[in-house]
T-cell receptor, first 116, second 115 residues
């Protein structure tokens, strides 16, 4: 049973370019979360999605960042016009629907974005 | 919103000694408190969790205690081994809309177990 799959694992972009990070949740999981981890810091919540719905985006910067979790396919975190401060590790996590939810979030290995 | 503080930021122990990491939280609505271990270049993995209806939970060499009145919880690792070296994160979560878990993480503790 595959875990949470994120790609790419490493991404290099120049300032002003777009970054797209993908996340496929664990099989049977319908909740997806994105977290950002700056060097030497903890994980900061960005957004919580269910299929075709954004449930909580209180941690997302108001501009340039967007997330989606379509009916088919992976969840995507999109960063437009990247700046150096966007350089970080972006982690995706998933959990089952509420009825099967023990509380645990299952994390992927992360996507490390470097902005030159 | 929730705010979680974690101490110490770094901890160095001799192999076989115990390690204790402490966290405090601010939101009295939080009712779920997991601990994650993150090895270099990897994603965080759950090692133990506790809910607000219990005060202590143990799993082999790892234990977690919770004091709801004081809003603090701690991770205890006994008989530490070199493979315990990693960054440990505490987190807290209230029930959220949609049934999910919006975890607020502490800033992490870099544990180093020396031979």
């Amino acid at each position: 049973n595959a875990g949470v799959m994120q790609n790419p694992r490493h991404l290099v972009r120049r300032r002003g370019q777009e970054a797209r990070l993908r996340c496929s949740p664990m099989k049977g999981h319908s909740h997806v979360y994105w977290y950002r981890q700056l060097p030497e810091e903890g994980l900061k919540f960005m957004v919580y999605l269910q299929k075709e719905n954004i449930i909580d985006e209180s941690g997302m910067p108001k501009e340039r960042f967007s997330a989606e979790f379509p009916k088919e396919g992976p969840s995507i975190l999109r960063i437009q016009q990247v700046v150096r401060g966007d350089s970080a590790a972006y982690f995706c996590a998933s959990s089952p629907a509420a009825s099967g939810n023990t509380g645990e979030l299952f994390f992927g290995e992360g996507s490390r974005l470097t902005v030159l | 919103g929730e705010n979680v503080e974690q101490h110490p930021s770094t901890l160095s122990v001799q192999e076989g000694d115990s390690a204790v990491i402490k966290c405090t939280y601010s939101d009295s609505a939080s009712n779920y408190f997991p601990w994650y271990k993150q090895e270099l270049g990897k994603g965080p993995q759950l090692i133990i969790d506790i809910r607000s209806n219990v005060g202590e939970k143990k799993d082999q060499r790892i234990a977690v205690t919770l004091n709801k009145t004081a809003k603090h919880f701690s991770l205890h690792i006994t008989e530490t081994q070199p493979e315990d070296s990693a960054v440990y994160f505490c987190a807290a979560s209230p029930k959220v809309t949609g049934g999910g878990n919006k975890l607020t993480f502490g800033t992490g503790t870099q544990l180093k177990v020396e031979l």
